[in-house]
């Protein structure tokens, strides 16, 4: 699967690179390309960038907003605050796809990301399993569980924070 992502934005970043370079030609008039040529490329590289955007800006946001800093006037020494934890649910499919697709755009959740397999941490292979992986302030846990409580119809098989 990260094999396909990296292609997939390998590709994006090149489509990117041709619009950006193909737009700046025409607003110079150094190219006959009609920009209805280069429309819809144009309208999904900025979509996806503004996407991007938003999501750098929810990190930056949590990482910035829950960093805490204590001295120690003996050591001197800086601790800082994990910004963020991840809440690492197993159930069905339906349900795993479920809980990422409804608790991603929720202003508490960072990121949401689905995961199966067949194997086991010892490394033997077992039956088929899913988890979606909820990265949030560990703060808010509380809230975290209730909401995937709450869109899970008490169908899930294990619920942990890592």
Not at 13 to 27: E, K, N, Q, R, S
Request: net charge negative; proline share 2%; with cysteine.
């Amino acid at each position: 699967m990260k094999i396909i992502r990296v292609i997939f934005g390998a590709l994006i970043y090149l489509m990117g690179f041709y619009v950006v370079v193909t737009t700046v030609l025409i607003v110079f008039g150094w190219t006959e390309t009609p920009f209805s040529e280069i429309k819809i490329p144009f309208f999904i590289i900025l979509g996806l960038f503004i996407f991007k955007a938003i999501r750098i800006s929810k990190e930056r946001t949590a990482k910035t907003a829950y960093q805490k800093i204590n001295s120690d006037k003996e050591t001197k020494k800086t601790i800082t605050e994990k910004p963020f934890s991840t809440l690492i649910v197993t159930a069905s499919e339906d349900v795993c796809s479920t809980l990422a697709n409804t608790l991603n755009s929720h202003s508490l959740v960072i990121d949401t990301y689905e995961d199966s397999g067949f194997w086991y941490s010892n490394g033997e292979t077992g039956p088929e399993w899913f988890t979606v992986n909820i990265r949030a302030d560990y703060k808010n846990k509380e809230e975290i569980e209730k909401l995937v409580e709450e869109h899970s119809e008490d169908k899930i098989f294990n619920m942990y924070w890592s």
